[in-house]
């Protein structure tokens, strides 16, 4: 089983940028889809975007964040990584990393991410 830690989530200015990475071990990690997810207050865990496994050749993003935040991977360091550009007050969060329950498996649905992280905090101040 995959463990996950998150970190570079803090305090930014709307336009701002950040990157937020997740280190993994204890697990086939190149054999994994890897997502970001995120938890607004008051609000339903989210998909935010996912890459594929291997060399991640193929990421899926949300609508609400497409052309503005990039998911990448690096398996020599067993880490994903979520680029945030042109950050908006709505992306204010905890934002997760997570591992789907199968590997070669890539979802968008929370419900099959089952592997979490503890969570980084995003906030966006207008």
């Known amino acids: 089983q995959v463990q996950l830690v998150e970190s570079g989530g803090g305090l930014v200015q709307a336009g701002g940028s950040l990157k937020l990475s997740c280190a993994a071990s204890?697990?086939?990690?190149?054999?994994?889809?890897m997502g970001w997810l995120r938890q607004a207050p008051g609000k339903e865990r989210e998909f935010v975007a996912a890459?594929?496994?291997?060399?991640?050749?193929?990421?899926y993003y949300a609508e609400s964040v497409k052309g503005r935040f990039t998911i990448s991977r690096d398996n020599a360091k067993n880490t994903v990584y979520l680029q945030m550009n042109s950050l908006k007050p709505e992306d204010t969060a905890v934002y997760f990393c997570?591992?789907?329950?199968?590997?070669?498996?890539?979802?968008?649905?929370?419900?099959?991410?089952?592997?979490w992280g503890q969570g980084t905090r995003v906030t966006v101040s207008s």
């Open positions: 997570a591992a789907p329950s199968r590997i070669f498996s890539l979802t968008a649905r929370p419900d099959e991410y089952v592997n």
């Open positions: 204890g697990g086939a990690f190149s054999n994994y889809a």
């Open positions: 890459v594929s496994w291997g060399v991640g050749s193929s990421t």
